[in-house]
């Protein structure tokens, strides 16, 4: 079964809006969250990493500010896209590390009208 | 700087015949590699695995092979299957703990 679950699955919003996006982790207490995005026939890119109790640590070229990752418990990371723009609609994944791997949520689509 | 690369954007296989999967990577740092299988509006699912220091794994139908100095993977399927048709997506795993690196992917679709 799923071990990574996150909600919304779908998110249509007006320009200027923030939308938040939960990550859960089903099974196990994850310390350390991914977040990713994929346009549209591209690879999968890392955002940021999501530290429980600290700061997130953001890829190169993301806006932290933007991008609001908030890691407040074992279980539960959220990523909240603030003041959202059309060429923020993409798809929205997030992960938890497991050893060797990692185990994906289903994802959320945003559009941003 | 794509550090991983999967150049063939699609492969068309017929049903009960091998997939052949490939990707290359830049980093010798790497510690291990990974395939997974997505389909649209879906997260990806994790197939099967590699440490750097094998060369082979085999899970099922799935094996993978590394061939370190060339710094080259490959995923084989067999026999493949319709219900293996997916974006395939090659990822390596660094030094820095659980970040992955992605692959473009390849559209695999294996006709009955």
């Known amino acids: 079964g799923a071990v990574v679950s996150q909600h919304p699955s779908w998110v249509i919003c007006k320009s200027g809006t923030s939308v938040k996006i939960e990550c859960r982790s089903l099974?196990?207490?994850?310390?350390?969250m991914f977040w990713y995005r994929q346009f549209p026939k591209q690879s999968l890119m890392l955002m940021a990493t999501s530290n429980e109790g600290s700061k997130a640590t953001y890829e190169q070229g993301v806006e932290k500010d933007k991008f609001l990752i908030n890691h407040a418990s074992l279980t539960l990371s959220t990523l909240t896209v603030t003041s959202a723009h059309p060429e923020d609609s993409s798809f929205y994944i997030c992960s938890r590390a497991a050893r060797e791997t990692q185990y994906f949520g289903p994802g959320t689509r945003l559009l941003v009208l | 700087d794509q550090q991983v690369k999967q150049n063939s954007p699609s492969l068309s296989v017929q049903e009960g015949r091998i997939s052949i999967l490939n990707c290359d990577y830049t980093?010798?740092?790497?510690?291990?590699f990974l395939w997974y299988k997505k389909y649209p509006a879906e997260g990806p699912t994790f197939l099967i695995s590699?440490?750097?220091?094998?060369d082979k794994n085999e899970d099922g139908r799935f094996t993978v092979f590394l061939n370190k100095s060339a710094k080259h993977l490959s995923l084989h399927i067999v026999p493949s299957q319709p219900g293996d048709s997916a974006v395939y997506f090659c990822?390596?795993?660094?030094?820095?703990?659980?970040?992955?690196?992605f692959g473009q992917g390849t559209i695999l679709t294996v006709h009955p």
């Open positions: 990822a390596a795993l660094g030094t820095s703990y659980g970040k992955l690196t």
């Open positions: 980093n010798s740092m790497f510690d291990y």
């Open positions: 099974d196990f207490q994850a310390t350390t």
């Open positions: 590699i440490s750097s220091i094998k």
